[in-house]
C-alpha cells in the first residue's frame, strides 16, 4: 500500500514538472513572438482624456494593449485640481513600452493653456522619476488641445524636457465643436486650412514653424454616416494637418465609419485599438 502510494505522489510531481516545464516554454515563446512583433522601448506613452470624462476612458484601449503584450507596464499620473501630480503603482525597472494613464480630477477646466500646464507638469514628474528622454501620446477630444497647446506654448521653454516621439489623436476638434464654437458651414482645404478661424486654433497657428520635427502623427477620426463622429465634424478633426504636417515626421489620417465611430464610443473602438498598437510599436 505504501510503495502505490509512493508511486502515485512521484507520478503526481512529475506531472506537475511536466506542466511547469510547458508552461515556461509556452511563455518564453510568447515572450519571443512579442518581441519579434513589437518595438521594444523604454519610451512611455501618456494616455489624455476628454472634457468631462476621467482615466476610464483610457482604459478599455489600455486593456486591449495589455492583451498583447506590448507593454509590462501601466501606471496612473493623477492630477489634482491645482495640477499637482501624483504618479499611482510604479513602473518596472526594465519597463517596455511602458504606459501612463492621465487622470484630472478637474476634468471640466475649460482653459486649454491650463490644461496643457497639467501636461507639462506630468512630464517634468515622470522625467524626475523615471528620466526618459522621449514620450508618445494618445488623446481622446479636449486631450489633443491640451497636448497641442503644450506643444505649442511650454515646450520651447523646456528643452531638458522629453522629446515628443509620436502623437495619436482620436475625434479631435481643433476647428471647432458642432453647436459649441464651430463656425456654421465652415469647410477645410486639402492641405486641411479652414476656411475660418476660430480663435482657439488661431492660438495654435505657430505650430506650423515649431511643430516637433521628428514626431509622427496619426490622427483619427469617426464618421457616423454625416461627415462627424455624432459631436465633431470631420472637418474639425482634419483641420489639424495645416497644423502640423508641413514639419512633422509624417502624418496619417485614419477615418472610422459605422455606429462604433459615434465621439465617445471611439475609445472604445477595436479598430482603433489595432491601430493605436500599430502605429506605434509594431515593427
Do not use: C
Request: without cysteine; charged residues 20%.
Amino acid at each position: 500500500m505504501f510503495f502505490k502510494t509512493s508511486k502515485k505522489l512521484v507520478m503526481m510531481a512529475m506531472l506537475i514538472v511536466i506542466l511547469l516545464a510547458i508552461g515556461v516554454t509556452a511563455l518564453v515563446d510568447r515572450n519571443r513572438q512579442v518581441a519579434s512583433n513589437y518595438r521594444q522601448t523604454r519610451i512611455p506613452t501618456l494616455f489624455f482624456h476628454g472634457w468631462g470624462s476621467s482615466y476610464h476612458a483610457e482604459q478599455h484601449m489600455v486593456s486591449a494593449i495589455r492583451r498583447t503584450h506590448a507593454t509590462n507596464g501601466v501606471i496612473r499620473a493623477e492630477v489634482s485640481k491645482t495640477g499637482k501630480v501624483t504618479l499611482v503603482g510604479r513602473l518596472p525597472k526594465k519597463a517596455v513600452n511602458p504606459i501612463v494613464m492621465v487622470n484630472y480630477q478637474n476634468s471640466r477646466e475649460p482653459n486649454y493653456r491650463v490644461t496643457a500646464k497639467w501636461v507639462l507638469n506630468v512630464l517634468q514628474r515622470l522625467q524626475a522619476t523615471y528620466h526618459f528622454k522621449e514620450f508618445n501620446t494618445v488623446s481622446h477630444s479636449a486631450g489633443n488641445e491640451a497636448v497641442l497647446y503644450y506643444l505649442a506654448d511650454d515646450a520651447p521653454n523646456h528643452p531638458e524636457l522629453p522629446r515628443l516621439n509620436r502623437e495619436i489623436n482620436l475625434a479631435a476638434h481643433f476647428a471647432g465643436i458642432r453647436g459649441y464654437d464651430a463656425v456654421k458651414h465652415n469647410t477645410v482645404n486639402a492641405q486641411g486650412k479652414p476656411r475660418h478661424m476660430i480663435a482657439t486654433y488661431q492660438a495654435l497657428l505657430k505650430l506650423r514653424k515649431t511643430y516637433p520635427r521628428q514626431a509622427a502623427v496619426l490622427n483619427i477620426y469617426g464618421n457616423i454616416g454625416d461627415h462627424s463622429d455624432g459631436v465633431v465634424q470631420n472637418y474639425s478633426s482634419k483641420s489639424l494637418r495645416y497644423l502640423v504636417a508641413n514639419r512633422a515626421a509624417s502624418y496619417q489620417e485614419l477615418e472610422i465609419k459605422g455606429k462604433r465611430a459615434q465621439h465617445s464610443k471611439l475609445h472604445t473602438n477595436a479598430t482603433v485599438d489595432h491601430a493605436i498598437v500599430k502605429f506605434l510599436w509594431q515593427k
